[in-house]
């Protein structure tokens, strides 16, 4: 016969069962996810993986300085953990896969969502919800919407690398121990992080800010220098690209729209503005609802990530609002909706923060699980329709590249270099 437990002992024995539930729902999108790279995805370059892979790669084999190489733009970005990737796995095998690249870049969400589970169950106090927040990550970090990520090699491995790079350092930043050997990987993963995207150095602000209300000396300083010298560093030779001025935006409205959209894209592109004005609205109270300062050190890594996210999605709206079709979907690509998922995950997660005390809780928390599980299913069935269509182009037309002529002069000398021949993979 089981023995009657304590109140409290009754409590983790009842949260450790829900946690174990959430932990294996959790699986489930990760699994999707993987199932449909390894359905869809092709060893065929789409768009930017041209140049930026396999021209890179051309240019790598014969380069006199292959350092300057690293750390050379590619078009308004300097994508150094990418060309990292792609230089190390040619120097392993002595040429290029871009199916294993686009693996590689997915694997990345695993780190991103294991580090997020991290900082969330220091967040809670309450042990029903730990699990339920791990499950909810997985729905956001494991969206299919953004399947121009997931199965688009150079955009995958650079727009998730940069988020994985910044969570990183973030975490060693975050560990203090007393031999303090966690500054080295902090600082390292901070420096990659600068030069592997355009929003690169913004991780470095949102870092800074970590080490500066969490009140340690010692990291503060050694991430200001690093933030000083990367930044003056990315910026020392950059040059602006041209025809990326069209696409900056022409008023503050448009800015607005833009940024708005793009935040509330994760659960509707069509009402994204409003849903937006809504996230932050729940945002705002759940920050400053009965706030303590207290909360600061157990909410700080979201914080940063809160920041982190605005400022790439701001940037994105000033660097591309000002398209023409600005008001139809593919105004946004689904390479940015990355940052509405992290946006949508820091909202639950300062939700269930603020309130897991509150004695009807549950229900409003359950409530807002639906809206996520609801949200990811129609970005799984709209995000599997758009891969495998996409997809389906790559294999039936022979270079998917604005300029084909060039295409075809980097296929041929990529396969004259005995790096990548895309007549052995076409299906």
């Given at each position: 016969?089981?023995?009657?437990?304590?109140?409290?002992?009754?409590?983790?024995?009842?949260?450790?069962?829900?946690?174990?539930?959430?932990?294996?729902?959790?699986?489930?999108?990760?699994?999707?996810?993987?199932?449909l790279?390894?359905?869809?995805?092709?060893?065929?370059?789409?768009?930017?993986?041209?140049?930026?892979?396999?021209?890179?790669?051309?240019?790598?084999?014969?380069?006199?300085?292959?350092?300057?190489?690293?750390?050379?733009?590619h078009?308004?970005?300097?994508?150094?953990?990418?060309?990292?990737?792609?230089?190390?796995?040619?120097?392993?095998?002595?040429?290029?896969?871009?199916?294993?690249?686009?693996?590689?870049?997915?694997?990345?969400?695993?780190?991103?969502?294991?580090?997020?589970?991290?900082f969330s169950g220091?967040?809670?106090?309450?042990?029903?919800?730990?699990?339920?927040?791990?499950?909810?990550?997985?729905?956001c970090?494991?969206?299919?919407?953004?399947?121009?990520?997931?199965?688009?090699?150079?955009?995958?491995?650079?727009?998730?690398?940069?988020?994985?790079?910044?969570?990183?350092?973030l975490?060693?930043y975050?560990?203090?121990?007393?031999?303090?050997?966690?500054?080295?990987?902090?600082l390292l993963?901070?420096?990659?992080?600068?030069?592997?995207?355009?929003n690169?150095f913004?991780?470095?602000?949102?870092l800074?800010?970590?080490?500066?209300?969490?009140?340690?000396?010692?990291?503060?300083l050694v991430?200001?220098?690093g933030f000083?010298?990367f930044?003056?560093?990315?910026?020392?030779?950059?040059?602006?690209v041209s025809?990326?001025v069209?696409m900056?935006?022409?008023?503050?409205?448009?800015?607005?729209?833009?940024?708005?959209?793009?935040?509330?894209?994760?659960?509707?592109?069509?009402y994204?503005v409003?849903?937006?004005?809504?996230?932050?609205?729940?945002l705002?109270?759940?920050l400053?609802?009965?706030?303590?300062?207290?909360?600061?050190?157990?909410?700080?890594?979201?914080?940063?990530?809160?920041?982190?996210?605005?400022?790439?999605?701001?940037?994105?709206?000033?660097?591309?609002?000002?398209?023409?079709h600005?008001?139809?979907?593919?105004?946004?690509?689904?390479?940015?909706?990355?940052?509405?998922?992290?946006?949508?995950?820091?909202?639950?997660?300062?939700?269930?923060?603020?309130?897991?005390?509150?004695?009807?809780?549950?229900?409003?928390?359950?409530?807002?699980?639906?809206?996520?599980?609801?949200?990811?299913?129609?970005?799984?069935?709209?995000?599997?329709?758009?891969?495998?269509a996409?997809?389906?182009?790559?294999?039936?037309?022979?270079?998917?590249?604005?300029?084909?002529?060039?295409?075809?002069?980097v296929?041929?000398?990529a396969?004259?270099?005995?790096?990548?021949?895309i007549?052995?993979?076409?299906?």
């Amino acid at each position: 016969m089981k023995k009657n437990l304590p109140p409290t002992a009754a409590a983790t024995e009842k949260g450790s069962i829900w946690n174990l539930v959430f932990l294996l729902l959790a699986i489930i999108p990760v699994v999707l996810l993987f199932k449909l790279v390894n359905s869809h995805a092709l060893n065929i370059p789409y768009n930017d993986d041209w140049d930026a892979i396999l021209g890179f790669l051309n240019t790598w084999k014969h380069a006199d300085n292959k350092m300057e190489l690293l750390f050379a733009q590619h078009n308004e970005h300097r994508i150094l953990a990418s060309k990292l990737i792609y230089v190390g796995w040619y120097i392993l095998f002595h040429n290029i896969n871009i199916l294993s690249v686009i693996y590689i870049a997915n694997l990345q969400l695993l780190v991103i969502a294991a580090i997020l589970a991290y900082f969330s169950g220091k967040v809670l106090d309450v042990p029903y919800f730990k699990g339920l927040l791990v499950f909810v990550i997985a729905l956001c970090v494991f969206d299919i919407a953004s399947y121009d990520n997931i199965g688009f090699a150079m955009a995958g491995l650079q727009n998730y690398g940069v988020v994985m790079l910044f969570l990183l350092s973030l975490f060693f930043y975050s560990l203090r121990t007393k031999r303090r050997i966690e500054l080295l990987p902090a600082l390292l993963f901070q420096f990659i992080c600068a030069f592997s995207s355009g929003n690169g150095f913004m991780a470095g602000i949102a870092l800074l800010l970590y080490t500066v209300f969490s009140k340690d000396r010692l990291n503060m300083l050694v991430c200001l220098a690093g933030f000083a010298i990367f930044t003056a560093c990315y910026f020392l030779t950059y040059h602006s690209v041209s025809g990326s001025v069209d696409m900056k935006a022409k008023s503050a409205g448009m800015f607005l729209f833009y940024f708005l959209k793009l935040s509330g894209s994760h659960f509707n592109f069509e009402y994204g503005v409003a849903i937006a004005v809504v996230l932050y609205a729940v945002l705002g109270a759940s920050l400053f609802y009965q706030f303590k300062q207290a909360d600061i050190d157990r909410i700080l890594p979201f914080l940063c990530l809160l920041l982190f996210t605005g400022m790439s999605m701001a940037a994105t709206a000033l660097l591309r609002s000002g398209q023409a079709h600005i008001f139809d979907s593919e105004s946004i690509s689904s390479r940015y909706l990355i940052y509405s998922q992290l946006l949508a995950i820091v909202v639950f997660v300062m939700l269930v923060f603020r309130f897991q005390h509150h004695k009807q809780s549950w229900i409003a928390i359950a409530i807002c699980t639906l809206f996520f599980i609801k949200a990811y299913r129609a970005n799984y069935s709209y995000g599997a329709e758009a891969l495998a269509a996409r997809n389906n182009r790559l294999s039936l037309t022979d270079f998917v590249y604005p300029d084909k002529k060039h295409a075809r002069e980097v296929a041929a000398k990529a396969c004259k270099n005995e790096i990548y021949c895309i007549e052995e993979n076409r299906p």
